[in-house]
């Protein structure tokens, strides 16, 4: 088994963060990882990628080639776009809907969303109202782990007991919040992934 996935963003918004937690959880169940990263020129604001390789064999390289990745999580619509190259036409791209518009000409959203939607497979999440839901809009990058979960080798629960771990020096609430946040990201999957 490979799964190859690619994570992009903007800085500040938890790419590398989500794929840790995908990384470890993958990790704790015995298969392979390798992960590779690029920051933007600014901190926040630039765009950040991650190359994350999961296998139970042997992997040669950390990147992912292009038109092989089995996902694309994204924390910001455009973003996505940007690296939808590196899907494999069985490929599915999850992102999150709400844009950053760090640029002066950033594509009308509705263009971006149909371009998205002429993809065989993908999922577009409301990850900051489901946040918010969850009672911390600072968990937004749970929701994308949650919703991104279906798609993953990796089991949910396996996941899950990894964004405990993450949290566990935390306040109570911080953990519950979290805990709830994977699972409505999971929920929003559930039935809404469109396949053409």
């Not at 990882?33 to 690029?38: I, K, L």
């Not at 263009?111 to 497979?121: D, Y």
């Not at 839901?133 to 629960?157: C, D, I, Q």
Request: charged share 20%; with cysteine; glycine share 8%.
């Amino acid at each position: 088994m490979k799964f190859d996935v690619i994570l992009s963003g903007v800085g500040g918004q938890g790419v590398l963060s989500v794929a840790s937690i995908i990384a470890h959880a993958a990790l704790s169940e015995g298969f392979n990882v390798r992960q590779s990263e690029v920051h933007g020129m600014a901190q926040r604001g630039g765009a950040v990628l991650s190359h994350l390789r999961i296998s139970d064999g042997e992997i040669a390289c950390d990147l992912v080639p292009k038109g092989s990745a089995d996902l694309v999580i994204s924390m910001e619509p455009l973003e996505s776009l940007r690296y939808i190259s590196y899907l494999k036409p069985s490929g599915s791209l999850v992102t999150n809907t709400e844009p950053v518009k760090n640029i002066d000409n950033y594509p009308d959203i509705e263009k971006i969303t149909s371009t998205i939607k002429s993809l065989p497979a993908w999922q577009l999440v409301d990850a900051e109202n489901l946040a918010k839901e969850a009672g911390n809009a600072k968990t937004v990058n749970t929701v994308m782990v949650g919703a991104a979960s279906r798609f993953l080798p990796v089991k949910a629960k396996t996941l899950e007991k990894t964004i405990i771990g993450v949290f566990s020096k935390k306040d109570a609430n911080i953990i519950a919040a979290n805990e709830k946040a994977f699972k409505l990201g999971q929920h929003s999957c559930k039935h809404n992934t469109a396949k053409k």
